[in-house]
């Protein structure tokens, strides 16, 4: 996959290529993970082809060749024509988010909080996320509403604290999240035996 890397890397000098408007300011051109490949690039057909050409050296170089069967291609803001011939270009099926990789959610659009907290478990979460959580505790344990404000009678720090000094051991969003996202560090230096380790 070095090798391709330095393919991808030369072929995004070449004047007729043209970046994913989110890749243009990092020059990225493509992620690997595994035997898995993402390409960006602009959705125009120069710069598709400029892509199939370093996929076809690649293989010429080195024997590989991808499973087209197993090769899809995502595509936005760009006419029904323009797709029709990047698909025939490629010869990749037509994909369309959201889809799931690697156990993970994966969009086009910004996640909004909702997203965040079914995903707690694997990402460190805004602030914004993590507090609007805490307030939703807080609001539960003293009893208030969307109608209704009650004061807190105490701390939500000090509520946090385990009961034998003096707290209620309810779990703070924050420190459930780092805990959390640590355990799955863990896994993933300690467990090669699991697969989406491997």
Not at 138 to 162: H, M, S
Request: proline share 3%; charged share 25%.
């Amino acid at each position: 996959m070095e090798y391709l890397s330095r393919v991808l890397g030369k072929m995004s000098e070449l004047p007729d290529f043209r970046y994913h408007p989110m890749c243009k300011e990092t020059k990225l051109t493509h992620l690997v993970f595994a035997d898995d490949l993402m390409i960006f690039c602009k959705g125009n057909l120069k710069s598709i082809a400029r892509v199939m050409e370093a996929l076809q050296h690649f293989s010429d170089a080195t024997g590989l060749e991808a499973n087209i069967d197993k090769s899809s291609m995502f595509v936005a803001g760009v006419d029904e024509e323009t797709r029709h011939d990047m698909l025939k270009i490629t010869e990749f099926t037509l994909w369309t988010f959201p889809i799931r990789y690697l156990g993970l959610p994966f969009t086009s659009k910004k996640w909004n909080k909702m997203d965040y907290k079914q995903q707690s478990a694997m990402f460190i979460l805004p602030q914004s996320v993590v507090k609007l959580v805490d307030k939703k505790c807080r609001d539960f344990l003293w009893g208030a509403t969307e109608d209704k404000r009650k004061v807190n009678l105490v701390a939500w720090d000090k509520v946090c604290i385990p009961k034998q000094n003096g707290g209620l051991n309810i779990k703070s969003c924050c420190k459930w999240n780092i805990a959390a996202v640590g355990k799955l560090l863990w896994q993933l230096t300690r467990k090669k035996d699991i697969i989406w380790v491997k």
